[in-house]
């Protein structure tokens, strides 16, 4: 009879620990999960293009535009004036996501700057791309799925291509969103 029970309990602590891998597992990281959790934390700036607004994403400059192809989902998220701590941490969780079926383009890891640009792919078709900088005052991240050109998407490791995009996508984005308060209209 004792060793029944012991059988029992060790049979019942082998499915609680199987049950248990196969949860963590089956939550892996993902851009959503980093974009919901920083979302409202202070000193960010946050966005995700509806459906709706994919007009917005039409009036970018026709360089930026013929770089990224047809987006489907955006989301953006800016953390400025950030601590060592808080930019390490934000990098840990983007390289667990970047992890999580990502292969990367482009990856630079230096104590000023930390670039970051990695795709999943369908065929010969990038599907999802991240677009992560951090720099000692303020972090980036990009979130773009769509059918895009992986020789396109090699681009944005030019910074200058990027700070444009970054800069042309905001700027396009506030403008389109501000509300028009002229009684005219």
Same mark, same amino acid.
């Given at each position: 009879? @004792?060793y029944f029970?012991?059988? %029992?309990?060790t049979m019942?602590q082998?499915f609680l !620990?199987?049950?248990?891998c196969m949860?963590l597992?089956?939550?892996g990281?993902s ?5 919901? *959790? ?6 960010t700036t946050?966005?995700?293009?509806p459906n709706?607004m ?7 400059? =026709?360089?930026?535009?013929h770089?990224?192809g047809?987006?489907? /989902?955006?989301?953006?998220? *800016?953390?400025?004036d ?5 930019r390490?941490? @934000?990098v840990?969780?983007?390289n667990?996501v %970047?992890?999580n079926?990502y @292969? ?6 230096t104590p000023?700057? *930390?670039?970051i ?5 369908a065929?010969?078709?990038?599907t /999802? !791309?991240?677009i992560?900088?951090?720099s ?5 991240a990009y ?6 050109? =992986?020789e396109?998407?090699?681009?944005f490791t030019d910074e200058? %291509?990027f700070n %444009?995009?970054?800069n /042309?996508?905001?700027q396009?984005?506030? *403008?389109?969103?501000? =509300?028009?308060?002229? =009684?005219?209209?």
């Open positions: 009879m @004792l029970y012991t059988n %029992t309990f019942k082998l !620990v199987v049950c248990l949860l597992m089956s939550c990281s851009f959503q999960g980093f974009y919901n *959790t920083h979302k409202a934390d202070l000193g946050s966005f995700q293009v709706f994919k007009a917005v994403l039409g009036n970018i400059s =026709p360089e930026v535009k770089a990224i047809n987006i489907s /989902d955006f989301k953006y998220i *800016t953390f400025k950030v601590n060592a701590l808080k390490q941490r @934000l840990t969780e983007m667990a %970047t992890n079926g @292969l990367d383009v482009f990856r630079k890891n000023e700057q *930390t670039r640009i990695s795709v999943r792919e065929g010969t078709v990038v /999802d !791309v991240i992560f900088n951090s000692k005052t303020e972090t980036t979130y773009l799925q769509g059918n895009f050109d =992986p396109k998407i090699k681009s200058d %291509t %444009t995009f970054s /042309d996508l905001l396009n984005y506030k *403008t389109n969103i501000t =509300p028009s308060f002229n =009684p005219q209209n």
